[in-house]
């Protein structure tokens, strides 16, 4: 399992900058899986992006084991 520290752009009108999602996930897509899920498919016209920014972005392996899930997200 990896913790992803992902961007996730959306312009305004609908966010002001877009946020963060940590997710605990063990690869790319069971992550970008697992924020379109959370986010409720709000957004899907910016997935392309998000697929682009989870394969670029901070992962870190997770000693624990845990489940797979959102841990957290922060959108403005």
């Known amino acids: 399992m990896n913790l992803y520290i992902v961007d996730h752009f959306i312009p305004f ?7 963060i999602w940590n997710v605990i996930a063990s690869d790319d897509e069971e992550c970008f899986d697992l924020i379109v899920e959370y ?7 910016y997935y392309s ?3 682009s920014n989870i394969s670029k972005c901070a992962k870190y392996k997770v000693v624990d084991t845990v489940e797979p899930k959102v841990v ?5």
Do not use: V
């Not at 009108?13 to 946020?19: I, K, L, V």
């Not at 986010?39 to 016209?45: K, L, T, V, Y």
């Not at 957290?72 to 403005?76: G, H, I, N, P, V």
């Open 13 to 19: 009108p609908q966010s002001e900058y877009g946020g």
């Open 39 to 45: 986010d409720g498919d709000a957004f899907p016209e």
């Open 49 to 51: 992006m998000l697929r």
């Open 72 to 76: 957290t997200s922060f959108l403005t």
